[in-house]
């Protein structure tokens, strides 16, 4: 069974600039999460959704940072204009259901560095 | 709010050592707890989880109880292997269906 994917995976831009990564979860996986990962620290939700449509999107900076799902199947989160503390492994993972007992599966991330 | 707190590292030991690595967590309600696994060069894989109190997850001769009473998720191994060098991170999934990640502990295991 093919993993999750994501791409690009490493991308370096200046700041004030605009990035978009892309995600494609496992087939049939109805749930996706984007994390952000700055280093050091472990991953952060960004937002979540069930199919299409957003669950959470609380943490955010929805000023922006901003994420689509328009099909219910692969994923695109962009940032707009890009700040230095932007800089990290932005995370992609999947999972059946939402639920604690469905395993998330993570893909390999994209780095991006803001100079 | 929820929140995880873990041993900070990194940890070095020899192999065939005993590990432990110490995870607390605040939460309202009950949480689900994990715990998670990043080797170099990979991403994130599920190493085990726990659902409910008492719980105790285990794989690869990992394991960790679910201790309501003192918060805890420690993870612990018998004998580890230079193969179980990686970064592991504790995490916990609230009432709200957020997942909250520790800032993880990088093991290595020299021969």
């Known amino acids: 069974e093919a993993g999750v994917a994501q791409s690009p995976r490493y991308k370096i831009i200046e700041k004030r600039q605009s990035v978009a990564f892309w995600c494609n979860p496992i087939?049939?996986?109805?749930?996706l999460y984007w994390y952000q990962q700055i280093l050091g620290q472990g991953p952060k939700l960004l937002i979540q959704f069930q199919n299409n449509g957003v669950v959470d999107d609380s943490q955010l900076p929805k000023d922006r940072f901003s994420a689509e799902r328009l099909k219910g199947v692969d994923s695109t989160l962009k940032i707009q204009p890009a700040k230095l503390e932007d800089s990290a492994v932005y995370l992609c993972?999947?999972?059946?259901?939402?639920?604690?007992?469905?395993?998330?599966?993570f893909g390999p991330g994209t780095r991006l560095t803001v100079l | 709010g929820d929140s995880v707190t873990q041993m900070e590292g990194p940890v070095t030991l020899s192999e065939e050592a005993f590990l432990t690595i110490n995870c607390t967590y605040t939460?309202?309600?009950?949480?689900?707890l994990f715990w998670y696994v990043q080797y170099p060069g990979e991403g994130l894989q599920l190493l085990l989880k726990?659902?409910?109190?008492?719980d105790k997850g285990s794989n690869k001769g990992f394991e960790a109880t679910y201790r309501k009473e003192t918060t805890s998720f420690h993870l612990e191994k018998g004998s580890v292997q230079v193969s179980d060098s990686a970064v592991y991170f504790c995490?916990?999934?609230?009432?709200?269906?957020?997942?909250?990640f520790g800032t993880g502990t990088s093991l290595t295991v020299i021969p």
């Open positions: 939460a309202t309600g009950y949480p689900s």
């Open positions: 995490a916990l999934k609230g009432t709200g269906n957020q997942f909250y």
């Open positions: 993972a999947s999972s059946f259901q939402a639920s604690s007992y469905n395993e998330q599966f």
């Open positions: 087939s049939g996986h109805a749930t």
């Open positions: 726990a659902t409910k109190a008492d």
